[in-house]
């Protein structure tokens, strides 16, 4: 993984696509508009086979722009489709089960909401940390918040790159700048808006010039 595939982050949410439009469809334009990693979360699909087959198409159109594809904790769809990585929650695998289980070739990232939790998550091997949130986010309810203050620490106590998550979008992404990122993890900022491929573009835009 090199640092500069962190910098736009997309992260995959069905939920928030206009009608008609299929998940493989928005990543493509996510892409399109200078996407430079993407996660596949989607927490509402049980079925395994569906989860392998549109993984899977992702992983080929994510390929195909030379851009890594990331499971978001299911380590065994990420070995099965043969994806770049996988990333864990505080709640779900524990980081140094992860990192045996998917070797030591694949990306471990790993979300850290603590100094603690940071440097914790880097001695267990992660290769870059997802933290937040620092903004209002509907993706995920239950996310804590988190102060660019905290961010800043994090970014300090760490060697590996960090990664701001949690409703980032064109309006406020700017108010990372001095936080010393690598980038940023979006999904409404960029799934949910009428044109994907412009969003990402400006969100692109934006982010070059903060981090």
């Known amino acids: 993984m090199n640092k ?10 069905r939920g928030n696509l206009s009608d008609g439009k299929t998940l493989a469809d928005a990543v493509l334009d996510a892409l399109s508009g200078g996407v430079t990693m ?21 992983l080929d159109i994510c390929h195909a722009k030379n851009v890594p594809l990331i499971i978001d904790d299911d380590i065994e769809l990420a070995i099965s489709i043969g994806a770049d990585g996988v990333h864990v929650g505080q709640s779900d695998t524990p980081p140094a089960v992860a990192r045996q289980l998917i070797g030591p070739d694949r990306i471990l990232g790993v979300t850290a909401k603590s100094c603690k939790m940071a440097v914790s998550a880097e001695a267990y091997g992660a290769d870059y940390l997802g933290c937040g949130a620092l903004f209002s986010t509907l993706t995920k309810s239950d996310a804590v918040p988190m102060s660019i203050d905290t961010l800043k620490k994090i970014t300090g106590s760490v060697r590996i790159p960090v990664v701001a998550i949690g409703g980032i979008n064109e309006k406020n992404v700017r108010l990372l700048s001095g936080t010393h990122i690598a980038g940023a993890a979006v999904s409404g900022g960029i799934f949910a808006q009428e044109d994907i491929r412009k969003a990402a573009r400006s969100l692109k835009s934006s982010l070059i010039e903060i981090v």
């Open 38 to 58: 993407v996660q596949y979360r989607e927490k509402n699909i049980i079925d395994k086979k569906k989860r392998i087959t549109e993984a899977g198409m992702i």
């Open 4 to 13: 500069s595939d962190l910098l736009l982050y997309a992260v995959t949410d």
